[in-house]
């Protein structure tokens, strides 16, 4: 729904302000703590000093079990960090990169995002590692951002996890119609397009709202220099936007098993199903046996094809259920 750039949005803010010192770390491809610690390691390091006399001292000094390899860029100055994290010291090395901050002086605030990725990695400790740090640190917050919804109220609302009650509980949904509207409409304007209420209600509700189509489909929009925004305009767009996307979308059907691939274009034609398993939808769409559709719909949402809103599902990404319905 825009987490990502809600929260550069918020870290814009908050270091235009000079109130802290803030840093983004995608956990989406790390498999291990060490691989956590390397990606914490690159986006930290030399950051909380102002010279490079200071970052050399500081870093030589501070960092026992971490030698980190830097150079400066030789227009800005600013360091480029490089690390090699042995993953016997891992442990040490994160606690060194804390205390980095900690002892700085300075506020720092670190967005992990796609945190439900450290429920997968093969330390089984890690968890209760961060819990176990975190919760020393007095100038450091944190930010844990997801989008498997499921794993992380598992992870920070569950009593047997390290996490529980540990935050503040935020779920993001889909940006209010009306004022998207208004914000859609200001800036197309100032480009000399002209948007009106219904077509952009039109766009809204066969993206069902999720920010980021939505913003990709508003960019592309702004890109034509189409003076007048239509239903038609719109659709060309989005035909466009779907057709580029197709091997992408056809490999991800060479994923799914044919009862999986027959439940994924049912859900996309209804746009959101609450009634998964009841026997009208499983009818209406020739589906077959409920068992082997449980199956399916369990598998589909395990791959993140399929969205699982509260109880009613949806096809993960927005124009694949396009493609899905053309099909």
Not at 246 to 267: D, G, Y
Request: glycine share 4%.
């Amino acid at each position: 729904m825009g987490k990502t750039g809600l929260i550069r949005h918020v870290f814009h803010r908050l270091e235009a302000e000079k109130r802290a010192k803030c840093y983004y770390v995608d956990l989406y491809k790390t498999d291990s703590l060490v691989s956590l610690v390397e990606q914490l390691a690159v986006v930290v390091l030399g950051s909380l000093d102002t010279t490079k006399r200071k970052i050399v001292k500081q870093l030589t000094s501070f960092f026992k079990s971490l030698r980190p390899l830097f150079s400066f860029d030789s227009l800005t100055g600013v360091p480029t960090v490089m690390v090699d994290v042995k993953p016997e010291l891992a442990e040490h090395s994160l606690a060194e990169i804390f205390s980095y901050m900690e002892q700085s002086g300075q506020q720092c605030v670190v967005a992990m995002d796609e945190f439900q990725s450290i429920a997968g990695y093969c330390d089984g400790n890690v968890e209760a590692l961060l819990r176990s740090h975190i919760q020393q640190l007095n100038n450091v917050h944190f930010i844990f951002s997801g989008s498997q919804r499921h794993v992380l109220e598992n992870m920070f609302a569950s009593a047997n996890r390290p996490f529980y009650q540990s935050t503040q509980m935020l779920n993001l949904y889909e940006i209010e119609e009306q004022s998207y509207c208004e914000f859609s409409k200001e800036k197309l304007a100032a480009h000399r397009q002209k948007l009106s209420d219904e077509v952009f209600g039109y766009m809204y509700q066969k993206l069902t709202g999720h920010t980021w189509y939505v913003q990709m489909l508003l960019n592309r929009l702004y890109e034509s220099r189409e003076p007048l925004i239509s239903r038609e305009v719109v659709d060309k767009v989005l035909t466009s936007i779907v057709d580029e996307n197709e091997a992408t979308f056809q490999s991800f059907m060479r994923l799914v098993t044919p009862v999986q691939a027959k439940l994924l274009k049912a859900i996309a034609k209804e746009k959101s199903v609450q009634q998964a398993l009841g026997q009208s939808f499983i009818s209406q769409h020739h589906l077959g046996a409920t068992s082997s559709i449980r199956s399916a719909l369990k598998t589909l949402v395990e791959k993140e094809l399929v969205l699982d809103v509260q109880g009613a599902y949806q096809v993960y990404d927005r124009f694949f259920a396009l493609w899905l319905q053309r099909q």
